[in-house]
């Protein structure tokens, strides 16, 4: 399919010192995306990556608030276009699939197409990376229903209506997370799109912690669980207070049956508190959930403030 003449492309490079490999990412994608504009949004590098980009051909904007999150955000608010594509600075993905991409992202008229990365070099996917990964998409697809394979990859192709309806709040690598359950809660058309995933070149650092960016995100699918599944959130805390006070009060309610008294007078208060914050914590997740559902409307009728994807004129 060739992609429309008139479809603004913006090619989005979040980089936090890159200057290894900013220089090759700008020239890939101007290559194959000549009409496209190549933005790199410098997070605070302390190297040449700003001045690489911009020699490149690049535009470079600054962004000083530290975090991935925090460039995708400034990326989406300032940045005009009809298809964006995002993808990291330290040329691990083949900016070879890029039409391909965003030729699926028009055609199909999806809002989100994810580049899935398959790789067989050991330095690009390390095994405890790829066991992160499963596990957080499987949880995920535990709390939210139908899901991605690899939902934190960084090669991703948004419409126009996703970016300008995505509130992040993420401020570091939980991002793709949050970009991933935006998705799934508006019920957007989405696809996946197998792309190979290369090693960082000679010289390159990469700048995911395993442990604590794994954690990071794991709290962040919690966090989400709660703001977004309220009620299955407050009621499972709730069924365990109330089962709780049932196995404790049990005892006290035979023996008062038998003897018509209440020998241990703390626990049955205790059992009363716990049947008491039992319910109190369902009430709160079933007003939450009517909250959350006002909300959701509120971010759908943003999605569809503006036009789904152009689709190719067929002559």
Same mark, same amino acid.
């Given at each position: 399919?060739?992609?429309?003449?008139?479809?603004?492309?913006?090619?989005?490079?979040?980089?936090?010192?890159?200057?290894?490999?900013?220089?090759?990412?700008?020239?890939?994608?101007?290559?194959?995306?000549?009409?496209?504009?190549?933005?790199?949004?410098?997070?605070?590098?302390?190297?040449?990556?700003?001045?690489?980009?911009?020699?490149?051909?690049?535009?470079?904007?600054?962004?000083?608030?530290?975090?991935?999150?925090?460039?995708?955000?400034?990326?989406?608010?300032?940045?005009?276009?009809?298809?964006?594509?995002?993808?990291?600075?330290?040329?691990?993905?083949?900016?070879?699939?890029?039409?391909? !991409?965003?030729?699926? &992202?028009? +055609?199909?008229? *999806?809002?989100?197409?994810?580049?899935? $990365?398959?790789? #067989?070099?050991?330095?690009?996917?390390?095994?405890?990376?790829?066991?992160?990964?499963?596990?957080?998409?499987?949880?995920?697809?535990?709390?939210?229903?139908?899901?991605?394979?690899?939902?934190?990859?960084?090669?991703?192709?948004?419409?126009?209506?996703?970016?300008?309806?995505?509130?992040?709040?993420?401020?570091?690598?939980?991002?793709?997370?949050?970009?991933?359950?935006?998705?799934?809660?508006?019920?957007?058309?989405?696809?996946?799109?197998?792309?190979?995933?290369?090693?960082?070149?000679?010289?390159?650092?990469?700048?995911?912690?395993?442990?604590?960016?794994?954690?990071?995100?794991?709290?962040?699918?919690?966090?989400?669980?709660?703001?977004?599944?309220?009620?299955?959130?407050?009621?499972?805390?709730?069924?365990?207070?109330?089962?709780?006070?049932?196995? !404790?009060?049990?005892? &006290?309610? +035979?023996?008062? *049956?038998?003897?018509?008294?209440?020998? $241990?007078?703390? #626990?049955?208060?205790?059992?009363?508190?716990?049947?008491?914050?039992?319910?109190?914590?369902?009430?709160?997740?079933?007003?939450?959930?009517?909250?959350?559902?006002?909300?959701?409307?509120?971010?759908?009728?943003?999605?569809?403030?503006?036009?789904?994807?152009?689709?190719?004129?067929?002559?």
């Amino acid at each position: 399919m060739t992609l429309p003449s008139t479809t603004r492309i913006a090619i989005l490079v979040p980089c936090y010192n890159e200057a290894v490999t900013i220089a090759a990412i700008v020239r890939d994608f101007q290559a194959c995306l000549p009409q496209a504009q190549v933005y790199v949004f410098d997070n605070n590098s302390s190297d040449d990556t700003a001045r690489i980009a911009r020699e490149a051909g690049a535009i470079v904007r600054n962004v000083p608030e530290q975090g991935k999150g925090s460039v995708v955000r400034r990326m989406f608010a300032d940045i005009e276009a009809d298809a964006y594509i995002m993808v990291d600075g330290d040329d691990t993905y083949d900016a070879s699939m890029a039409p391909q !991409l965003v030729a699926r &992202l028009l +055609q199909d008229g *999806l809002d989100m197409v994810v580049g899935n $990365r398959v790789s #067989t070099e050991q330095a690009a996917y390390r095994p405890g990376h790829r066991f992160g990964n499963a596990m957080l998409t499987g949880c995920v697809s535990f709390l939210f229903g139908r899901t991605f394979t690899d939902i934190l990859s960084g090669y991703r192709v948004f419409s126009r209506r996703y970016v300008k309806s995505f509130a992040a709040h993420s401020a570091g690598f939980e991002i793709e997370t949050e970009l991933t359950v935006h998705s799934l809660e508006l019920r957007m058309p989405v696809a996946e799109v197998a792309t190979v995933y290369k090693s960082r070149p000679e010289g390159s650092v990469s700048k995911l912690n395993t442990y604590r960016d794994g954690v990071r995100i794991l709290s962040t699918i919690l966090r989400l669980f709660k703001s977004e599944r309220p009620l299955a959130f407050f009621s499972l805390f709730a069924v365990v207070s109330m089962l709780l006070s049932v196995i !404790l009060a049990e005892p &006290l309610v +035979q023996t008062y *049956l038998q003897t018509g008294l209440v020998p $241990r007078l703390p #626990t049955a208060v205790l059992c009363a508190a716990l049947m008491l914050f039992g319910v109190i914590l369902l009430v709160c997740g079933i007003i939450l959930d009517a909250v959350t559902k006002g909300r959701i409307e509120q971010k759908r009728f943003a999605y569809l403030a503006h036009p789904a994807p152009a689709l190719p004129v067929h002559e």
